[in-house]
């Protein structure tokens, strides 16, 4: 059992009330998960080349001041996490972190995503790293029961791979282990032994060879055996589907303000106007998404 949350803002003078509102469902799911949680953010796009790259360290008193110094770049950071602004790709920076300090872990890339991700209670997770006051357009969420892989950082959601996309899972697939072995032979590297990062990892793979997040998902569908509920950001767009059973809860309710989704409904009792609100249970194997507005 797991919590899985998103929330998109259609109403563009809602942004900076992004991260309370969503705080509010994160930490409703916490009861669902409660052994490690984390939140991806949506924000504005950086300018230029510059790129976002989340980082955690495994202490809380990490010397960040003096990897800003190396870098010669910006570094926002909160206890064992930072935020860098850098000029670069992604396989670039990996590599070179790993060169700096084998013990930090790239959590994200990308113009528009901050992950925040840990072990222990939502509610503890989200004071730490003060969720209320992130601004944005959308987030997901996720709340971790342990059921297949140990209780890590890492294995916490939400799984990142590329640029701006991130993928959070309630559920359990079979088949993770062939499905490491078909990406693998591609060239896909993975980090942990989780069944979601094999989901993330092959919806990915699929966008970085062309497909539409619509034609990948095709693809997930045909390949991903176990059962699922899965929630997805990119840059501009909030996604969900459920496996052919949809044996996993999820519901959905939207307004002209917000579209939410939540493992339980309860987790969306305090959003504004939910008494208005569109509430209907998602159907098996059909892709819901919602794109920001410009």
Same mark, same amino acid.
């Given at each position: 059992?797991?919590g899985?949350?998103?929330l998109?803002l259609?109403?563009?003078?809602?942004?900076?009330?992004?991260?309370?509102?969503?705080t509010?469902?994160f930490?409703t799911m916490?009861?669902?998960?409660?052994?490690?949680g984390?939140l991806?953010?949506?924000?504005?796009?950086t300018?230029g080349?510059?790129r976002?790259?989340?980082?955690?360290?495994p202490?809380?008193?990490y010397p960040?001041g003096?990897?800003?110094?190396?870098?010669g770049a910006?570094?926002?950071?909160?206890e064992?996490?930072?935020?860098v602004s850098?000029?670069?790709t992604?396989?670039?920076?990996r590599?070179?972190?790993?060169?700096?300090d084998?013990t930090l872990?790239?959590?994200?890339a990308?113009?528009?995503?901050?992950?925040?991700?840990?072990?222990?209670a939502?509610?503890?997770i989200?004071?730490?790293?003060?969720?209320p &006051?992130?601004?944005?357009?959308?987030?997901?969420g996720?709340?971790r029961?342990? =059921?297949? !892989?140990? #209780?890590?950082? $890492?294995?916490?959601?939400?799984?990142?791979a590329?640029?701006?996309?991130?993928?959070?899972h309630?559920?359990s697939?079979?088949?993770?282990?062939?499905?490491r072995?078909?990406l693998?032979a591609?060239?896909?590297?993975?980090e942990?032994?989780n069944d979601?990062?094999a989901?993330c990892?092959?919806?990915e793979w699929r966008l970085?060879?062309?497909?539409?997040?619509?034609?990948?998902?095709?693809v997930?569908?045909?390949?991903l055996d176990?059962f699922?509920?899965?929630?997805?950001?990119?840059?501009d767009?909030?996604?969900? &589907?459920?496996?052919?059973f949809a044996?996993?809860?999820?519901v959905i309710?939207? =307004?002209? !303000?917000? #579209?939410?989704? $939540?493992?339980e409904?309860r987790?969306?009792?305090?959003?504004p106007?939910?008494a208005?609100?569109n509430?209907?249970?998602?159907?098996?194997?059909?892709?819901y998404t919602?794109?920001v507005?410009n």
């Open positions: 059992m797991c899985v949350v998103g998109l259609k109403d563009g003078t809602r942004r900076a009330e992004l991260g309370r509102l969503v509010g469902m930490e916490g009861e669902r998960g409660p052994d490690s984390g991806a953010v949506f924000g504005e796009p300018t080349a510059l976002r790259f989340n980082v955690f360290a202490r809380r008193d960040w003096e990897l800003a110094t190396a870098l910006s570094v926002e950071a909160i064992n996490h930072a935020v850098l000029a670069g992604a396989p670039d920076f590599r070179w972190l790993a060169e700096y084998p872990h790239l959590l994200s990308g113009r528009r995503i901050n992950v925040y991700k840990d072990v222990g939502a509610g503890a989200a004071k730490r790293y003060r969720f &006051v992130l601004g944005g357009t959308h987030a997901v996720h709340t029961m342990a =059921t297949e !892989s140990a #209780v890590s950082p $890492a294995r916490a959601h939400p799984f990142t590329g640029e701006d996309f991130c993928l959070v309630n559920g697939l079979s088949n993770p282990n062939m499905l072995r078909k693998e591609e060239g896909v590297a993975f942990t032994d979601t990062e989901a990892r092959l919806i970085r060879a062309g497909d539409s997040l619509e034609q990948a998902l095709e997930a569908f045909r390949e176990g699922y509920t899965l929630v997805m950001g990119t840059g767009s909030l996604t969900l &589907v459920r496996d052919a044996c996993k809860p999820a309710a939207e =307004t002209d !303000s917000w #579209v939410a989704i $939540a493992s409904f987790a969306l009792a305090h959003l106007d939910v208005s609100a509430v209907f249970e998602p159907e098996p194997e059909r892709i919602w794109t507005p």
